[in-house]
C-alpha cells in the first residue's frame, strides 16, 4: 500500500524513537496530525503557543541525545517557533521543526499567511528544505534527520499543504544510519601540553558540558594537577555532586573562590567549554584548551596550546603524558593552590547557607540587614532555592527561567546523584522553565520535574498551564514571585540607574493556576515555606507553588568592583529620593 508523504514522515519518527511531537493543529499540519493520531509510536502534544512545543522539543532533546521534535503551521505557527528552536540551535542540540506552507502552486504570491520558511530559518537552521514532491521523500527528511544529528542542531523541513496527503510512486523504508566520530589531537600537540602542564605550579580547571561524558577522567586529571575545579553552570550536572575538587561556578551568578582560584592560577585549563564571559578569564595566565570544535579554541581568551579533540580521549592522552611530580622536581605537587581554594568555597557557602534559615531576618545580623534590603520580611529566595533542594529527589530535573531564578539555582541547588539541569543558558530567553518542564516530564512521568520560574517568565507563557492540565503532567513550578524583573532591577541598580519599567502587577498566581485546574499553593511566610514545599513535590498532577520573595534581594557577584557598589548606592538614593517625591505629590 503507497504511502502518503506524512505518513512516511510520522512513521520516520516512530523508527528514530521520537515519543512526542509538539506543536499547534491547523491547516497545512492536518495531514501530519492525522497521521499522527493513527500511529501507534508517536504521541501529539498540542500546545498553545508553538514558542513552548520548541522549546519542549529541546528539552527532551537536551534530557536523551536524541531528536526533539515540534511543529508549526503555515505563517505566524511557523514564526512563533523561533525562540524555542533558537534556544535548541544555541545549545547545539539536535531538533526538528515540521514547518507547514501555503500550497504549492501558490508559493511567491503573496498568499494569505505566506512566509518565505527557507528566509525564515536561515540563521537558526542547519539544514532547511522545501518539499516539492513526493519523490523528495524519504531522501530529504533522511538527509534533514542526518544534518541535525551528525552538525547538533536544527532542521526545517517544510511541507505545503497540498503535499502532505500525496502518495509516493516509489516508496521505501527510511534509513537513518550515522555514526558519530570520536576525534583526537595529535600527539606532539598533547606532549607539550603535558609538558606545559608540568612546568605549571598552580593549574585551575574551568570545565564545561562538553567535558561531561568524562567526568572520571578530568577528576582524575584534577588529581593529578592538584587543581581546583571551577564550573560552568552547564556542567553543574555531571560535576557537582561528590567532587571534591569543585570551588562552583564563576562569573556574573558564581563565587569569590571560583573568581580567586581563575585569577591566582599561572596556567588555566580549559575543558570542553565556550564560557563566552571575556571581563571573567584570568590575566596574565597561560592557557590551554581542548574541544571538539576547532572554532572554539582561542576564541574568548589567547590560548598557547589548542587540542581538537573529545575531553575523554584527549584527557587520557594527557594524563599517559604527565609526570605527576612538582615543577620544582619534588615527588608530588603542591597542594597548597586546590586547598586554599576548597577551604575559600567552603567558607562561602557556609555564610550563604546562614541566609536560608527561616529565622533569618530574627538574628542580630539579619535585623540589621532586613532593616536594609527586607523591611516587610517577605521570604528570602535563597531559602526558598535551598528548601526546594532539601526536598527534591536525588534524580530530579531542574529547570531555570533565565535571570535570577537560575542565580538561586546556582547557588543552593546541587546536582547531586542524578540530577539533571536545563535552562535557556546559551540563548538566555525569558520563559523556558515551564516550556522546558513540560517537555521533561512527557519523557518520564514518573520522574520528578522541578521548575524554577521567575514571575515575569512565567507570564509570559502562562498559557501553556493549561497544557499541563490536559495531559495530566505532575510538574512542580516554583515561582519566585518578587513583583519584579529581577535581573534588570538589579542591572539598573549597579549600573547607577533607579529601577525603571521592571515592577510586575502580577495576579495570585496560586489562585489562577487554580481555576485552570492544577494545585495552587501561596506561600507569604517564612516559616510556612518547608511544609509548603513538602507538600507540592508530594501532591500528584500539576502543583504551581507561588511563594512570594523579597524584591530587593542583592546577589552580589563573585568580584564585586567598586565601580558597581557606588553604582547600586547612587541608584538607592535616587529611588529614595524619587519614592519620597511620589508620596509627597500623591498628599
Not at 576525534?183 to 567535558?211: F, Y
Not at 535570577?404 to 539541569?421: D, I
Amino acid at each position: 500500500m503507497a504511502r502518503t508523504v506524512a505518513r512516511v514522515i510520522v512513521d520516520a519518527l516512530a523508527e528514530l524513537g521520537v515519543g512526542q511531537v509538539f506543536g499547534v493543529v491547523g491547516d497545512a499540519l492536518n495531514p501530519l496530525t492525522d497521521a499522527i493520531r493513527t500511529s501507534d509510536g508517536v504521541e501529539w502534544v498540542g500546545c498553545r503557543h508553538e514558542e513552548v512545543a520548541a522549546f519542549a522539543a529541546s528539552a527532551q532533546s537536551q534530557l536523551t541525545g536524541g531528536l526533539g521534535v515540534c511543529m508549526g503551521t503555515v505563517g505566524p505557527g511557523s514564526v512563533h517557533l523561533l525562540n524555542g528552536l533558537y534556544d535548541a540551535a544555541k545549545s547545539h542540540t539536535p531538533v526538528l521543526a515540521i514547518a507547514g506552507q501555503v500550497p504549492l502552486a501558490e508559493l511567491g504570491s503573496d498568499y494569505f499567511q505566506e512566509v518565505d520558511n527557507d528566509a525564515l530559518f536561515s540563521d537558526v537552521a542547519v539544514f532547511r528544505a522545501t518539499v516539492t514532491s513526493p519523490e523528495q521523500m524519504p531522501l530529504l527528511l533522511e538527509t534533514a534527520v542526518r544534518t541535525a544529528i551528525g552538525r547538533r542542531g536544527v532542521a526545517v523541513l517544510s511541507v505545503p499543504g497540498d503535499i502532505g496527503e500525496k502518495e509516493l510512486d516509489a516508496d521505501r523504508q527510511s534509513r537513518f544510519s550515522l555514526t558519530m566520530p570520536t576525534t583526537r589531537p595529535d600527539g606532539d600537540a598533547v606532549r607539550a601540553a603535558a609538558a606545559l602542564l608540568d612546568r605549571s605550579e598552580r593549574v585551575t580547571l574551568l570545565v564545561g558540558r562538553g567535558a561531561r561524558d568524562a567526568r572520571d577522567q578530568v577528576l582524575a586529571l584534577a588529581e593529578r594537577l592538584a587543581a581546583p575545579m571551577v564550573l560552568t553552570l552547564k556542567a553543574k550536572e555531571g560535576f557537582e555532586g561528590d567532587n571534591p575538587f569543585q570551588v562552583g561556578q564563576t562569573g556574573l551568578i558564581g563565587n569569590p573562590a571560583a573568581a580567586s582560584s581563575l585569577q591566582e592560577a599561572d596556567t588555566l585549563l580549559l575543558l570542553g567549554t565556550d564560557f563566552p564571559y571575556r571581563d571573567w578569564y584570568p590575566e596574565g595566565a597561560t592557557v590551554v584548551q581542548v574541544d571538539t570544535e576547532p572554532t572554539h579554541i582561542g576564541r574568548r581568551v589567547p590560548v598557547e596550546i589548542g587540542l581538537v579533540g573529545d575531553v575523554g580521549v584527549t584527557v587520557r592522552d594527557l594524563l599517559a603524558e604527565l609526570s605527576g611530580t612538582s615543577p620544582g622536581g619534588g615527588d608530588a605537587r603542591d597542594r597548597g593552590h586546590l586547598e586554599k581554594a576548597v577551604e575559600h568555597f567552603e567558607s562561602w557557602r557556609e555564610g550563604q547557607a546562614r541566609l536560608t534559615a527561616p529565622d533569618h531576618d530574627k538574628g542580630l545580623i539579619g535585623r540589621v540587614r532586613s532593616a536594609l534590603d527586607n523591611r516587610e520580611h517577605a521570604i528570602r529566595p535563597e531559602a526558598l532555592a535551598a528548601a526546594v533542594d532539601r526536598h527534591a529527589a536525588d534524580d530530579a530535573v531542574f529547570t531555570s527561567d533565565t535571570g535570577m531564578a537560575t542565580v538561586w539555582l546556582s547557588r543552593f541547588v546541587e546536582m547531586r546523584g542524578t540530577r539533571r539541569l536545563l535552562g535557556s543558558y546559551n540563548l538566555g530567553s525569558m520563559a523556558n522553565a515551564m516550556p522546558h518542564a513540560l517537555g521533561a516530564q512527557l519523557l518520564d512521568r514518573d520522574r520528578q520535574v522541578v521548575a524554577f520560574c521567575g514571575d515575569g517568565g512565567l507570564s509570559m507563557l502562562l498559557g501553556d498551564l493549561m497544557t499541563l492540565k490536559t495531559y495530566d503532567l505532575p510538574v512542580t513550578l516554583v515561582v519566585f514571585d518578587n513583583r519584579r524583573l529581577g535581573m534588570v532591577k538589579l542591572e539598573q541598580e549597579q549600573s547607577g540607574l533607579p529601577e525603571f519599567g521592571t515592577v510586575l502587577d502580577n495576579p495570585d498566581f496560586a489562585a489562577v493556576a487554580t481555576s485552570l485546574g492544577l494545585t495552587g499553593i501561596r506561600v507569604t511566610d517564612p516559616a510556612d515555606l518547608d511544609e509548603a514545599i513538602r507538600t507540592a513535590l508530594a501532591t500528584p498532577g500539576p502543583v504551581l507553588l507561588d511563594v512570594l520573595t523579597n524584591p530587593d534581594e542583592i546577589a552580589v557577584p563573585a568580584k564585586p568592583t567598586v565601580q558597581q557598589g557606588w553604582g547600586f548606592a547612587v541608584a538607592k538614593m535616587k529611588e529614595v529620593v524619587r519614592s519620597h517625591g511620589d508620596d509627597s505629590s500623591s498628599d
